[in-house]
């Protein structure tokens, strides 16, 4: 009895260490090289140094992250920001304040903080989705940010690829499900074919492009945003790591880690068509004003994540579908899935607990 586990971003590493600790028999394929999927850390050459697909925060409302990381050893990985205090800029006044974490601050900040947690612009996203992000804020501990300490793959992918060893192969691509009535019962992977026995289960935790291809019949949110993020290397390392929201230009947050500054654009498909050098001659003079620096054309990296996650707009919130299948044996996790949460990391982390505690009780593997 073994549950296949297909796709090692953090939806599946979750599933998949949650069945570990259960007990259960589990083998994940990962298509590509490495594991970690949106949420990865490589080192990029032109900077030299390691950096993330984009700075990914949490915030202290993330309790399934946060349970996950210490259930792997790894929160000591994070930075817990605290107490819950926002340095701002603005850009065209240049006027600074420090946004607080009580009601009326969170709702004086309401579209920078709206547009990260969802990646879509406020005006055309669902107002559920809207209410399920500010109401998970009304604590101070909430709202702290939480920032990894040496990339977010060191703290959310790496320990559970170290728990997993030899379970997790990368460079398997699912290319194929094959089944009959309502089971799945073999696995593609280019030419090998694993066959599923009665009481295998199968998790696919895959965006919904590759859900698509593998599941056609399926009906899937196909509206997605993009997030773009410049990375420059400046010549100082501040003493712990700044974050700070800029409003009035183009940048809308950036981080300050060692000597790496990276500036974060959501809903970003308006920049996607712009090339690199426009866009790092644009972020660079407004992180420099924001961080009162003085290098000049600093080394740079720009990475555009095109279908960073799905829009929140209501007809995306609504196509979002629950884990369960037409194929009994077969479930689904991921961020886009119908979790009652944003396309964040707690998103994909609460998917993947569920969707294994739904093999687990599909299957009885235990027992
Ligand atoms: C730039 C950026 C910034 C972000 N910032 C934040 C943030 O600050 N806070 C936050 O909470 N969230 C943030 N997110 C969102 C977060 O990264 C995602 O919610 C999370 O990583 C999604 O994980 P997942 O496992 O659902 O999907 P994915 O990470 O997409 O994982 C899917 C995996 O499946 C693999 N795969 C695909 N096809 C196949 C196949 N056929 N066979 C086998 N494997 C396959 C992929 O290679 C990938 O590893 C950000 C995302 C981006 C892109």
Request: with cysteine; glycine share 8%; proline share 6%.
């Amino acid at each position: 009895m073994t549950v296949h586990v297909v796709g090692a971003g953090v939806a599946g590493l979750s599933a998949a260490t949650h069945l570990l600790h259960a007990g259960a028999d589990v083998r994940v394929h990962e298509a590509a090289p490495i594991p970690g999927g949106r949420c990865r850390s490589y080192h990029d050459p032109m900077l030299g140094r390691l950096i993330d697909t984009g700075t990914h925060l949490l915030l202290g409302a993330n309790t399934a992250a946060l349970t996950y990381l210490k259930r792997l050893d790894a929160l000591g990985r994070m930075i817990e920001m605290a107490p819950a205090a926002y340095p701002f800029f603005d850009l065209a006044s240049g006027h600074r304040w420090v946004l607080r974490a009580t009601p009326w601050g969170l709702a004086s900040a309401f579209r920078p903080v709206a547009l990260a947690a969802l990646n879509t612009e406020p005006e055309e996203a669902s107002w559920l989705a809207i209410a399920s992000v500010f109401g998970r804020l009304l604590a101070e501990s909430a709202c702290r940010p939480w920032i990894a300490r040496h990339g977010i793959g060191d703290a959310m992918v790496e320990p559970a690829a170290t728990r997993l060893g030899e379970r997790l192969r990368c460079g398997r691509r699912l290319t194929a499900i094959e089944s009959g009535g309502r089971q799945a019962t073999a696995l593609l992977f280019g030419d090998e074919r694993v066959t599923l026995s009665r009481d295998d289960r199968v998790i696919l935790a895959l965006p919904p492009v590759a859900i698509s291809a593998l599941l056609p019949e399926m009906t899937l949110p196909t509206e997605t945003r993009a997030i773009v993020n410049a990375h420059f290397r400046v010549s100082a390392k501040p003493e712990s790591p700044r974050l700070m929201g800029l409003v009035g230009g183009l940048a809308q947050w950036a981080l300050w880690r060692d000597d790496v500054i990276s500036a974060t654009v959501s809903a970003a498909d308006g920049l996607l068509a712009e090339s690199a050098e426009a866009l790092a001659a644009r972020f660079w003079p407004e992180l420099a004003r924001a961080f009162d620096l003085a290098d000049e054309a600093p080394v740079w990296r720009i990475v555009k994540e095109r279908r960073a996650t799905i829009a929140a707009t209501r007809r995306a919130e609504r196509s979002r579908p629950p884990a369960r299948t037409h194929l009994a044996n077969l479930v689904l996790a991921g961020d886009w899935i119908r979790t009652g949460f944003p396309a964040t990391l707690e998103g994909a982390v609460r998917s993947g607990e569920a969707a294994a505690r739904l093999a687990l009780a599909q299957g009885n593997i235990l027992g």
